[in-house]
């Protein structure tokens, strides 16, 4: 089976900007969380998604928002970038009813 | 909400020895303690994982523990190798939801050859 996939690998943006990343899970995986990792927080959740509903969010602001489709691929959305926003954005999927949370090669994002 | 302790943050040993990596964690609810190895520029990959209702689980050179009435588990490295080198994540399900990992703040292990 195909491993979790993200679009785009990187991602230069500027302050004010949004952003849009995109995460396919492996075949029959239906939850997809997302997750910021930076050196001094580490990771962090933001939110995860079950058959295209919200089911958890973390401590994020309302800039960070996310949606999953039908096909159980998912895509995030920053918006008002700010340069503490810089971060590896990663995509973890799972099945339905199972603890094991496999990752995305992530999204590098840089904010200038 | 749950709170994940991690230590070392860093770890050095030499190419034989044993490594161990110890998390504390908050929330008596979690239930699934999973540990991850990242190396440099690569996505998390998970190593191995314990639930609440086993105290010890055990692949090749790597093992976890894990004491409930504590509420801390340790990855075990046995016969570390260089290819070992890597930060290694704990993590610890925050409460019931499945889909939520809380995660230490990881360990950098350098195996010296």
């Known amino acids: 089976k195909a491993g979790v996939t993200q679009t785009p690998r990187y991602l230069i943006k500027t302050r004010g900007q949004q952003v849009t990343l995109s995460c396919s899970p492996i075949s029959g995986h239906r939850s997809v969380s997302w997750y910021q990792q930076t050196p001094g927080q580490g990771l962090q959740f933001l939110f995860e998604?079950?058959?295209?509903?919200?089911?958890n969010k973390g401590n994020f602001p309302g800039r960070f928002s996310g949606r999953q489709f039908s096909n159980s691929r998912s895509e995030m959305n920053v918006s008002t970038l700010e340069l503490g926003d810089s971060a590896l954005y990663l995509c973890?999927?799972?099945?339905?009813?199972?603890?094991?949370?496999?990752f995305g090669p992530g999204t590098r994002l840089t904010v200038l | 909400g749950e709170n994940v302790e991690q230590h070392p943050s860093t770890l050095s040993v030499q190419e034989g020895d044993s490594a161990v990596i110890k998390c504390t964690y908050s929330?008596?609810?979690?239930?699934?303690f999973p540990w991850y190895k990242q190396e440099l520029g690569k996505r998390p990959q998970l190593i191995i994982d314990i639930r609440s209702n086993v105290g010890e689980k055990k692949d090749q050179r790597i093992a976890v523990t894990l004491n409930k009435t504590a509420k801390h588990f340790s990855l075990h490295i046995t016969e570390t190798q260089p290819e070992d080198s890597a930060v290694y994540f704990c993590a610890a399900v925050n409460g019931g939801s499945q889909g939520n990992l809380i995660f230490g703040k990881g360990t950098k292990l350098s195996v010296k050859p």
């Open positions: 929330d008596s609810a979690s239930n699934y």
């Open positions: 973890a999927s799972r099945l339905a009813a199972t603890d094991t949370q496999y």
């Open positions: 998604y079950f058959s295209e509903t919200q089911r």
